[in-house]
């Protein structure tokens, strides 16, 4: 069984394509700039979200928190009073369960990206679930990670994934650390491991206020040496927590100031 936070059927953003895009519940980073918090822990069942609900789609049931969805309205006022960094609205999914979600959208989609959270902490029921797609639905497979598990150990994982998008916070360790909570030397070690095997669909740096862009920009860029693309995105305030935007702010980076990012990933051949 694997926790999982949304099933977005139809997503042209998630890889090439039209593909499902799967997240899962549960990251090992907590990014300052992350967009959506509320798939870093996974629910204590604290009770707290229960009495927000208007529509009584939460219940606590033998200490444990129930998500009714079929009265959810999304309203999302639980995950705006969790202080967990979680949510009540997730679904255990077997293998068999989450194929068949996928199967009956099979015709319509190129293939399915998992993300999260982080999804790869899931790693054995990716496995399983990536043998099924592939050979039933003759799907492609994309994983979308933040690196911190050292992929060469998951030789099977890596053989089943059609490609990988990788993201890259910081090039410098201690600013990394300041940004997630955690070193970046398995994500580098990633970053050249899945190159070498050609398994990057593209590497993905958050552009954002008070941190060194343009070191992490220009040293990702040469690595990558035209070996894949390279997406900068820029840093938005929308569901960053109070601790996010202490550090970086309420605004991001307007379209021509994005541009001078650009530039400096440009001369490494970057095919994108």
């Known amino acids: 069984m694997a926790l999982v936070n949304k099933i ?11 593909r499902a895009a799967i997240f899962f519940q549960g990251c090992n980073l907590k990014c ?7 798939t870093i822990n996974k629910c204590i ?8 609900c208007p529509v009584n ?17 999304q309203c999302d006022r639980c995950i705006k009073v969790c202080n967990n960094l979680s949510t009540p609205k997730t679904k255990d999914y077997s293998v068999d369960e989450l194929f068949e979600k996928i199967k009956k959208i099979s015709p319509f989609i190129q293939g399915i990206t998992v993300s999260g959270g982080e999804c790869t902490l899931n790693s054995d029921f990716l ?17 979308d990670t933040n690196g911190i598990l050292d992929l060469s150990k998951y030789e099977e994982l890596v053989y089943l994934t059609d490609k990988f998008m990788l993201d890259v916070k910081s090039i410098d360790e201690a600013e990394h650390i300041k940004l997630t909570g955690l070193s970046n030397k398995s994500v580098l070690k990633n970053l050249d491991y899945l190159l070498d095997k050609d398994k ?3 590497v993905r740096t958050v552009v954002a206020p008070n941190i060194n862009n343009e070191k992490t920009i220009r040293s990702v860029a040469e690595i990558i040496n035209g070996r894949c693309k390279y997406k900068l995105n820029a840093y938005r305030k ?35």
Do not use: Q
């Open 8 to 18: 977005i059927p139809f997503s042209c953003i998630d890889g090439p394509g039209n």
């Open 32 to 38: 300052t700039y992350c967009h959506n918090p509320e």
């Open 45 to 52: 069942s604290c009770g707290r979200c229960v009495d927000t």
């Open 57 to 73: 789609a939460l219940e606590l049931k033998n200490n444990k928190v129930e998500w009714n969805e079929d009265k959810c309205v």
């Open 127 to 143: 496995v399983k679930l990536f043998k099924r797609v592939k050979e039933e639905l003759n799907l492609t497979c994309f994983v």
């Open 200 to 202: 990057i669909y593209e």
């Open 238 to 272: 929308y569901g960053v927590r109070k601790e996010g935007l202490e550090l970086h702010g309420e605004m991001g980076y307007s379209e021509d100031e994005m541009k001078i990012y650009i530039e400096y990933a440009k001369g490494k051949d970057i095919k994108n």
